[in-house]
């Protein structure tokens, strides 16, 4: 990832929040094209293709129960195959940041839509999913009633604190605060701190060692055969986590052929994703 690009992300990042009440105007033809232009790209670690569109959800009868004032969505379909969740995590984390970076807001949704009216949209059959969608417009100015509940029972603006979140050398030994960090990986995980979750559950646990950070994924809902949300969040956290090494100029490469030796815990709720070493 470019430090140019990197630093959008990262901005991007400390003021993305989820909306759900838009405004109710139609999208602006500068935002269209934008949103046009980075769905056409689905660039992710594995290199698995995504394919995203960006659709008047009205025009196909498509909608969410909990979303207010746009019918504006990105949707995709990428094949069903291993890492497919993580790899469209990260892809389409990517276009709401650049979104948010406009003005634009964005929601995460998986359990709230019609989802066979956007899985038609997608292009799914039996060989490729639709794990989630985002809707995308300009914020009201006033939540809804609807979502300002949403937003308490979630506890939408708290973040799980750092020794829950990130480890040094091992999941044995927690990180309690970014003054135990060198700066620069400090910044890059508190970008991942900032990343969106299902139910904001924040799944994803980091293990730091000498150039390398190993992703661990802490499993809370129960395992889905096919589109896991969990493993979604998993990709937008390594979006995070790129984009945050990156904009302290160090440039991460993805692996993932497992841990450093002795990284690794015994809790069977907890897996291996992915590493990046930088």
């Keep these: 990832m470019e430090v140019t ?23 602006a033809s500068d935002a269209r094209e934008l949103l046009e232009t980075l769905v056409s790209h689905g660039e992710n670690p594995y290199g698995i293709p ?9 025009k196909y009868g ?11 969505y990105v949707v995709g ?3 069903q195959c291993a890492h497919a969740e993580e790899a469209f995590g990260y892809s389409v984390e990517r276009v709401a940041l650049h979104a948010t970076a406009h003005g634009l807001g964005t929601a995460w949704l998986a359990g709230t839509i019609d989802r066979p009216a956007f899985e038609r949209v997608a292009g799914v059959d039996e060989n490729r999913i639709m794990p989630a969608v985002i809707a995308v417009g300009t914020p009201a100015k006033r939540q809804s009633a609807l979502e300002r509940v949403m937003r308490s029972r979630l506890h939408a603006d708290e973040r799980a604190p750092w020794n829950t979140l990130f480890f040094r050398e091992d999941l044995a030994h927690p990180i309690t605060s970014p003054g135990e960090c060198d700066p620069a990986l400090a910044a890059a995980l508190a970008c991942v701190r900032q990343a969106p979750s299902a139910r904001n ?7 730091c060692s000498d150039g390398r950070i190993d992703l661990f994924e802490r499993r809370t809902l129960p395992l889905r055969p ?9 990709g937008i956290a390594m979006l995070h986590l790129e984009a945050g090494l990156a904009q302290q100029g160090k440039r991460g490469m993805w692996s993932f052929d497992g841990p450093a030796a002795g990284v690794g815990g015994s809790d069977a709720s907890t897996s291996y994703v992915a590493t990046i070493s930088y």
């Design 77 to 79: 379909s990428l094949p």
């Design 50 to 58: 995504v394919g995203l569109r960006l659709i008047d959800a009205e």
């Design 201 to 207: 559950l924040q799944p994803w646990r980091l293990v």
């Design 62 to 72: 498509a909608a969410s129960r909990v979303i207010r004032g746009t019918s504006w």
């Design 226 to 234: 096919i589109g896991d949300v969990q493993l979604v969040d998993m």
């Design 5 to 27: 690009e990197a630093k959008v992300l990262v901005s991007a990042c400390e003021h993305r929040r989820t909306v759900r009440t838009f405004d109710g105007a139609p999208l």
